[in-house]
């Protein structure tokens, strides 16, 4: 083969195909594998035909094939296909050629096998790309990270088919070191899990306790999408909510109310535990994916459980200005805590992240990209220190400003009995942040009279522990071990 291809794909599903036709736009030829060699024929001969790409059918062939150091990039299922096609490439490469995992794996198989393939003389990267089929083909969000002597050398490639932002700014930069650009991706997937939450939460209040039509409520969307609320998700809802079927009516009142998952958005909420930090709406996103899952169950529930009948007789516009104070408020919530979980993710991992590159990295190409993010920037460029986005003087001012209408909007579903647990969560972990003592101390001492786990006393440094026989029949033996 003369031509030599500046870079690899192996699978040829959906995004692998986008990718590929992105690349090679970008003036770079492209060698492609997939497993099922088929489909690189009709790949090559069909939507790729005329192009600078070029089909194999082995992987060794896909590498031979490629300039030094060769990049393969993996387009294939989290878990095992990846490690299978690691194992298939291995004997394959040299000393420093880069082998890119472009799926939603999980960070801890990131880390494991940057550190295999290191010790291999191999180099690796672990990337999230965000955007959907659109986003793959026209400019995804790429959030790289790995091995840090690789990127130099697939940067070009990168940065050429990201999105760009307004002044031309790839979406797209290195992140850091082992799982950092997976773990990005994973806490990019959680707060879209919060974010399509929030507003299904909204649309269920529209339709439950103000009886909106579809058409109305995408003229509701419409102009949320001009002001803050300025997003992708929220630009969707609107096209969503004005999409009829063939008999003229919404297509969204006929959609099964049970919704799926892939499991990003549990690990986020998984790791959030590890690590100690309440991710408080993200989890009850899943769990809100859970629950829908039920259908039947809720179904047979719903003749037998009663509850108030949502009744409205206030002013409805209004209603509506505090909903979308509402929604906004607790879209704050979802970013803080999903930085929160970042910030604590740096410390474990020794990843050197910067959270307003990070912030830069979603506002175009993926699907949370919104003008919100332009603010988490600038907050994080003021103060690469700041500890959470509601301390930042922007942020701080947007939650004072909507506190008295989230609070209205919460305190009319629960009375009308609208379920919007995202929003209810996002409220008390408002609550619970902003308040200097917590009901703790009862739990502490909870703790130390069953099991003498100990607590420390506000009359004495932290650090210092104590533990009281309460019944008078205890020893004085206290737990080795105390967990705040």
Same mark, same amino acid.
């Given at each position: ?5 500046? #870079? ?11 990718? @590929? ?6 003036? /770079? ?13 009709? /790949? @090559? ?14 992987? *060794?062939?896909? %590498? ?15 878990? +095992?296909? @990846?490690? &299978? /096609? ?5 004997? $394959? ?21 940057? =550190? ?22 026209? *400019? ?35 992140? *850091? ?5 997976? #773990? ?53 809802? =609107? ?12 297509? %969204? ?29 993200? !989890? ?14 809720? @179904? ?15 002013? +409805? ?25 970042? =910030?604590?993710?740096? &410390? ?31 907050? /994080? ?20 400003? !909507? ?49 003498? $786990? ?25 737990? !080795?071990?105390?967990?705040?």
């Amino acid at each position: 083969m003369s031509q030599k291809a500046d #870079f690899g794909l192996i699978g040829l599903a959906v995004m692998g195909e986008n990718l @590929v036709l992105n690349v090679e736009s970008r003036g /770079f030829t492209v060698a492609v594998f997939n497993r099922t060699v088929e489909k690189v024929d009709h /790949f @090559v001969e069909g939507r790729a035909k005329g192009k600078k790409i070029i089909g194999a059918h082995s992987v *060794g062939e896909l %590498v031979s094939s490629l300039k030094t150091p060769r990049k393969v990039m993996l387009m294939v299922k989290a878990g +095992k296909p @990846v490690d &299978e /096609f690691i194992e298939l490439l291995i004997p $394959h490469l040299g000393k420093g050629d880069i082998i890119i995992d472009g799926g939603n794996s999980h960070y801890p198989d990131t880390i494991r096998r940057t =550190r295999y393939l290191e010790s291999k003389g191999l180099q690796f990267i672990g990337t999230g790309v965000s955007g959907g089929e659109e986003g793959a083909l026209r *400019g995804p969000s790429i959030m790289p990270g790995g091995s840090p002597g690789a990127w130099p050398e697939v940067k070009p490639i990168f940065q050429s088919i990201a999105a760009k932002v307004e002044d031309g700014t790839p979406c797209c930069d290195w992140v *850091g070191s082992d799982g950092a650009g997976h #773990f990005v991706k994973m806490v990019h997937n959680g707060i879209e899990y919060g974010d399509m939450q929030l507003i299904t939460e909204a649309y269920q209040i529209m339709k439950e306790l103000l009886g909106m039509s579809a058409e109305e409520m995408h003229e509701v969307f419409k102009k949320w999408n001009t002001g803050d609320l300025n997003s992708y998700l929220i630009e969707i809802t =609107r096209d969503i909510l004005a999409f009829k079927d063939d008999d003229g009516e919404p297509l %969204v009142d006929k959609i099964l109310d049970t919704a799926g998952q892939k499991g990003t958005g549990k690990w986020t909420s998984e790791t959030s535990l590890d690590l100690g930090i309440p991710l408080t709406l993200i !989890s009850e996103a899943v769990y809100g994916r859970c629950l829908s899952a039920m259908k039947e169950e809720r @179904v047979e529930a719903s003749k037998v459980l009663n509850g108030p009948k949502p009744s409205f007789s206030g002013d +409805k516009e209004a209603f509506l200005k505090d909903l979308e104070k509402a929604l906004y408020a607790s879209k704050i919530v979802s970013y803080a805590q999903g930085f929160t979980l970042l =910030r604590a993710a740096a &410390e474990e991992y020794k990843w050197n992240l910067n959270y307003g590159s990070i912030a830069l990295l979603w506002r175009g190409g993926c699907i949370i990209r919104s003008i919100f993010l332009g603010k988490i920037k600038e907050a /994080f460029d003021k103060n690469s220190d700041l500890s959470n986005l509601l301390l930042d003087p922007f942020f701080r001012e947007k939650m004072e400003s !909507s506190q008295q209408a989230w609070r209205r909007v919460i305190s009319t579903a629960v009375l009308n009995g609208i379920w919007a647990p995202a929003m209810s969560t996002a409220l008390n972990y408002f609550d619970g942040y902003r308040n200097s003592r917590l009901p703790a101390n009862l739990l502490q001492a909870q703790r130390d009279y069953f099991g003498a $786990h100990q607590y420390e006393r506000v009359d004495n440094p932290r650090g210092k522990f104590f533990h009281t026989n309460w019944t008078g029949r205890g020893g004085d033996t206290a737990s !080795s071990t105390y967990l705040a």
